[in-house]
């Protein structure tokens, strides 16, 4: 349902849009007394605008999908974008949506946005999930806070001053606020600990999960190579916004000093970011215009499709807070070739190749997949077995449970 926008002193709470659905017999701000009664659960999601958040957005879809199989005792109104709902249309037909009118592309709108529209319209839910890694200064609780990465503690060159004094701001006070913080991977969780001198009972991880049906919608082989200019040789795909830390210039090098194979395709998925036009330039400087394809994002058929049908999924990135093209790779059957960054290296395990960010180190690395590509296919099915949707929904459904009981 979509709302309009007006400061919540215009404004009254506004009701679940789907009234059939279980709702906890309690007063605002306080819990179900009874462990079975359902629990109200309101999801910021105002901080995901589609297309422009990376690898968070897939995780918190898959995740709220994935929590849709558990026993029905959460019951989480998702509040949001229109663009968001536009997206995400599988979403809509399982939990009720509100929507605050705001693009939700400037960020002092969006954060005001949760300091008043949202704030007041929670203020009764039984529990509060804000899932892009802040909250705002009020509103209600119990609160869960799901932190992706912290990646502006290890790298603040990669942030502008006033995104960087946002988040030194933000996070402290989000984490004190919080009942219950969740990370995608034990390498987040350890450094939440660390950073925030946080009781560790407190941080629990929610691992990203992949639904069961990835790549059923997958074109051809025979129509991608066609469409894409991908010719009859080997391919590699990267599935990567060009953000600096992902590791695009590095995987440029080594293309151009390390991989020579004139039919050697690279195909580079995702939208612009920080680093777009200096890869651009890049590729032109070292003449590799015939050997890299740019499509930008594509459809979830085309992108599962060239992900399968791809020799290797090659992943170089400085920084992960999980990495979920590895684990969607693994699923469709395709061999990994990733660094050696902690996240990385946690969920891909032995079930992939994982080197230094070293060109040398990257020479050899397509001649070790031809030589045990059967071996890693094998591995890697086996390993994203350990991260589906509906793990990652339990995961969810565990730590608004922790929330819940440390509330009481």
């Known amino acids: 349902m979509t709302e309009p926008f007006a400061p919540p002193s215009d404004r009254s709470p506004v009701d679940l849009p789907h009234p059939d659905l279980p709702r906890p017999d309690v007063g605002h701000g306080e819990l179900a007394a009874d462990a079975l009664s359902p629990v109200e659960v309101a999801v910021n999601l105002l901080w995901c605008v589609p297309g422009d958040v990376g690898g968070s957005e897939q995780y918190l879809v898959r995740q709220l999908l994935g929590l849709a199989d558990q026993p029905a005792r959460y019951v989480p109104t998702l509040y949001c974008l229109p663009a968001f709902v536009d997206a995400h249309p599988e979403l809509a037909q399982i939990y009720p949506i509100v929507t605050a009118a705001i693009t939700g592309e400037r960020r002092p709108r969006r954060v005001w946005t949760e300091h008043t529209w949202l704030a007041r319209r929670t203020r009764g839910a039984d529990l509060v999930h804000h899932a892009g890694g802040t909250t705002p ?3 209600g609780g119990p609160i869960v806070l799901t932190i992706h990465d912290l990646q502006y503690l290890t790298h603040p060159e990669y942030f502008s001053r006033t995104k960087l004094r946002y988040l030194r701001a933000s996070l402290p006070r989000s984490v004190r606020r919080a009942s219950v913080v969740a990370t995608p991977t034990e390498f987040v969780r350890g450094t939440v600990i660390e950073a925030f001198d946080i009781e560790p009972t407190r941080v629990v991880v929610v691992p990203h999960g992949v639904e069961p049906a990835i790549g059923a ?3 051809s082989e025979f129509e991608l190579r066609r469409d894409y200019g991908l010719g009859a040789g080997r391919v590699l795909v990267f ?4 953000h600096p830390h992902k590791g695009h210039r590095f995987l440029l090098d080594v ?3 390390q991989w020579p194979d004139p039919d050697l395709r690279l195909v580079l998925l995702g939208g612009p970011g920080a680093a777009d036009v200096e890869i651009a330039e890049r590729i032109e400087q070292l003449g590799l215009g015939q050997r890299v394809v740019r499509p930008g994002r594509v459809s979830t058929a085309d992108r599962d499709g060239l992900i399968a049908l791809a020799d290797a999924l090659v992943f170089p990135s400085e920084y992960e807070g999980f990495g979920a093209p590895v684990v969607e790779a ?6 990994v070739v990733c660094s050696d960054q902690s996240a990385l290296a946690e969920v891909v395990a032995d079930a992939g190749l994982v080197l230094p960010r070293d060109a040398d180190a ?4 397509l001649d070790h997949v031809d030589a045990h590509r059967r071996e890693m296919i094998s591995a890697g099915l086996r390993r994203a077995a350990r991260y589906t949707a509906a793990v990652s929904g339990a995961g969810l459904a565990a730590a608004y449970g922790l929330a819940v009981e440390r509330a009481r």
């Open 362 to 365: 990257w020479a050899g690395a």
């Open 137 to 139: 200064r009020v509103g």
């Open 239 to 242: 599935p990567a916004i060009t």
């Open 217 to 219: 919608d997958a074109r």
């Open 255 to 257: 293309m151009a000093r």
């Open 330 to 335: 693994m699923a469709l059957g395709t061999p």
